[in-house]
C-alpha cells in the first residue's frame, strides 16, 4: 500500500477537547482523522473504514482501551493500535503492549511523542506488509530463482561453445581444459590437438606468458581485485597469418586460491577495418561540417584582396608610391594565407602514412625557426633555438614534423603580439630536449596570452580557434593528426595573461604492431617482420 494510504488514523477518547486538540494537529501533519467518543462507536468506524492507525485512550466509560485492542487485534487486520495513559496507569500499559499495541504514550500529550509513536507504527504496517507479500509468493520466487538457476547454467554452457571470441582455459597446472570452437576456426587448431595435450606455455609465446605470470606474482603479493590482464597482440594461424587479436588474461580463483586461468581473444581483423573506414568517414565529415566556417574564412580573405587591390589603384591613380606599396603588402599576405588554408584543408582531409627517414632534430627545429623569424620580427617578438646537443637521429616525416613546427612557432608569434598580449617583449623559445619516455621532444615556448582552461581541450579538435575571424583550428588539427601519424603525442602547458608551452613527443620510428592492418596485409613480407605471439601445435 502506498504511503499515502497510511495516513489514516481513529482517535478514541471520551474527552471532547482532548479529540478536538490531537485532531487539529494530526490534520495539520496530514493525517485523515476519525473520532469517537467510546470505544463502541471507534469499532463501528473502525470495521466501516479500517483505518491502519488507532489512538485510544484506556480508561474510557463502557468499553475501555485494552477492549477495544482486543476486539481490533481479534480482526487479524494489520492495524496498530497507540494507547493513551494517563499517569499512574504504567501496568495497564505494560498489559496493553502484551496485547501487540504498537505503543502507548501518556497524558498530557505533546506532538513531538505523538509523532513518532504514529512513524513507528506506520514503520511497522509498511515492515509487516512487506513481509507478507514476500511470504505469498515466495513459491513463485522459488520457481523463478529455480528457472533462472538454470537459465544461467544454459547460458554459461551455451557461451562457451558458441562465443564469438576465442576460449582457451587452463588448469591449475595451466594444462588446457578448453579450446573452444572459436578458438579452433580463428587458429585452425582442432580441440583433439590441444585440450589434454598442451599447457598455455605449449600455445603462446614464452615472452607473454612471461608477462602474465610476473603479473600473477604481483597480484599475490599485494590485496588486489584486479585478476585481468588485456593485450593487443598477433597470433599466428596454421597457414602461417598474423591475425590481430585482443586477449585478456584472466586468474580464476575460488577463496582466494588460484584454481586455473582463462585467455579470451577478439578477432580483431573486422574491427580494424571498421576504424580506419571509421576514421575516414569522420575526417569527410567533419570537412563538410566545417565549410560554413571555411567559406567565412575565404571570404575574409577575399575581403582582404579587395581592400588591397583598392590601395593599389589609388596608388596608380594618385601615382603614390606608398600607396602601391601597401596595397601590394596586403595582396601578398592574403595570397599567403590562402595558400596556408588550402595546405591546411589538403593536410587533414589526405589519407597518408608518414614517409620516414632518419633526420636530425636540431636541424629540423633550426629550418623552421630561420623560416619564420623574419615573421617573428614583423610583429615585434624575439625567436630563438635552444638546442640539445648529441640528440640521436630517429625516423621520422620530414616535411609532416616541419609543417607541425610551422604551425606551432606561427601559433605562438600570434599569441605574442602586442595588440593581443599587451606587452612590447613577446618571447618565442623552440627547444629540442631528451625525454625519458621518448625519443625527442620538441618543445615551442612563448610569453603571450595563454590558454583559458575550458579551451585547452578543444584547441586539437573540431575547427576549434581563439583567432576569431583570423584563425580556422585546421593548424593544430593537423598538428595533432600528423603526430598521431608518427604515434606521437601533444601536451600543453598553458595559463592565461602567461603564455603556453607545446610539446611535440615523438618515438624512436614506427611500430608496426601499432600501425593499423588491413586483410591484404595481412600475409605481406612487411608484416612478417613485425612481432607477433604464435600458436603451435
Known amino acids: 500500500m502506498a504511503e499515502a494510504n497510511l495516513k489514516r488514523v481513529l482517535l478514541i477518547d471520551d474527552e471532547e477537547g482532548i479529540r478536538k486538540v490531537m485532531s487539529i494537529a494530526l490534520k495539520d501533519a496530514g493525517y485523515v482523522v476519525w473520532t469517537a467518543e467510546s470505544g463502541e462507536q471507534g469499532l463501528e468506524i473502525f470495521e466501516r473504514e479500517q483505518p491502519p492507525l488507532v489512538l485510544t485512550d484506556i480508561k474510557m466509560p463502557g468499553m475501555d482501551g485494552i477492549g477495544v485492542l482486543r476486539r481490533i487485534k481479534e480482526m487479524e487486520t494489520d492495524s496498530e493500535v497507540i494507547i493513551i495513559t494517563g499517569h499512574g496507569e504504567m501496568e495497564l500499559a505494560i498489559s496493553a503492549l502484551q496485547l501487540e499495541a504498537s505503543d502507548f504514550i501518556t497524558k498530557p500529550i505533546h506532538d513531538e511523542a505523538l509523532f513518532i509513536s504514529l512513524k513507528r507504527a506506520e514503520e511497522k504496517i509498511s515492515l509487516k506488509r512487506q513481509l507478507g507479500d514476500y511470504m505469498e509468493n515466495l513459491e513463485l520466487k522459488v ?7 538454470q537459465r544461467i547454467s544454459d547460458f554459461q554452457g551455451n557461451l562457451i561453445d ?7 582455459a587452463g588448469d591449475e597446472d595451466r594444462k588446457v581444459v578448453i579450446f573452444n570452437d572459436s578458438a579452433q576456426r580463428l587458429t585452425g587448431y582442432g580441440e583433439h590437438e590441444v585440450v589434454g595435450r598442451l599447457t598455455l606455455e605449449d600455445l603462446y609465446d614464452k615472452e607473454l606468458v612471461d608477462l602474465w605470470l610476473s603479473r600473477e606474482r604481483e597480484q599475490e603479493d599485494i590485496s588486489s581485485d584486479e585478476d585481468s590482464s588485456y593485450l593487443d597482440t598477433t597470433i599466428q594461424s596454421r597457414e602461417g597469418k598474423k591475425i590481430p587479436i585482443r586477449l585478456n588474461h584472466t586468474i580464476l580463483r575460488q577463496k582466494g586460491q588460484k584454481m586455473g586461468c582463462v585467455t579470451f581473444f577478439q578477432d580483431l581483423r573486422e574491427v580494424r577495418r571498421l576504424e580506419k573506414r571509421l576514421v575516414q568517414s569522420e575526417r569527410l565529415a567533419a570537412i563538410g561540417q566545417t565549410s560554413a566556417t571555411i567559406a567565412h574564412a575565404i571570404k575574409n580573405i577575399v575581403g582582404g584582396l579587395k581592400g588591397g587591390m583598392f590601395v593599389v589603384n589609388k596608388g596608380f591613380e594618385l601615382s603614390n608610391q606608398d600607396y602601391l606599396q601597401n596595397g601590394w603588402d596586403m595582396v601578398q599576405r592574403n595570397v599567403a594565407k590562402i595558400s596556408s588554408l588550402a595546405m591546411d584543408l589538403l593536410t587533414y582531409a589526405k589519407e597518408r602514412k608518414p614517409e620516414y627517414r632518419l633526420a636530425e632534430a636540431n636541424e629540423v627545429a633550426a629550418e623552421v625557426v630561420e623560416l619564420l623569424k623574419t615573421r617573428a620580427a614583423e610583429f615585434k617578438v ?16 620530414v616535411s609532416g614534423i616541419h609543417q607541425c613546427l610551422v604551425n606551432l612557432i606561427n601559433n605562438a608569434i600570434d599569441a605574442c603580439w602586442p595588440e593581443i598580449c599587451g606587452h612590447e617583449r613577446g618571447q618565442v623559445k623552440v627547444r629540442t630536449l631528451r625525454h625519458p619516455d621518448w625519443a625527442v621532444c620538441f618543445e615551442v615556448e612563448d610569453n603571450g596570452c595563454g590558454i583559458e582552461a575550458s579551451n585547452k581541450e578543444k584547441i586539437f579538435s573540431n575547427f576549434f580557434s581563439t583567432k576569431g575571424a583570423d584563425g580556422t583550428g585546421l593548424g593544430l588539427m593537423n598538428v595533432q593528426k600528423i603526430t598521431r601519424e608518427h604515434q606521437g603525442r601533444m601536451e600543453v602547458e598553458s595559463e592565461p595573461g602567461r603564455g603556453s608551452v607545446f610539446r611535440l613527443l615523438l618515438p624512436t620510428g614506427p611500430s608496426k604492431d601499432k600501425e593499423d592492418l588491413n586483410e591484404n596485409e595481412y600475409n605481406s613480407e612487411e608484416n612478417a617482420k613485425g612481432e607477433s605471439h604464435s600458436v603451435v601445435a
Request: hydrophobic fraction near 45%.
Open 382 to 397: 624575439s625567436l630563438t633555438l635552444e638546442a640539445t646537443e648529441g640528440l640521436e637521429p630517429i625516423a621520422m616525416d
Open 143 to 149: 520457481q523463478e530463482a529455480t528457472a533462472e538457476i
Open 162 to 168: 558458441n562465443s564469438l571470441d576465442g576460449i582457451v
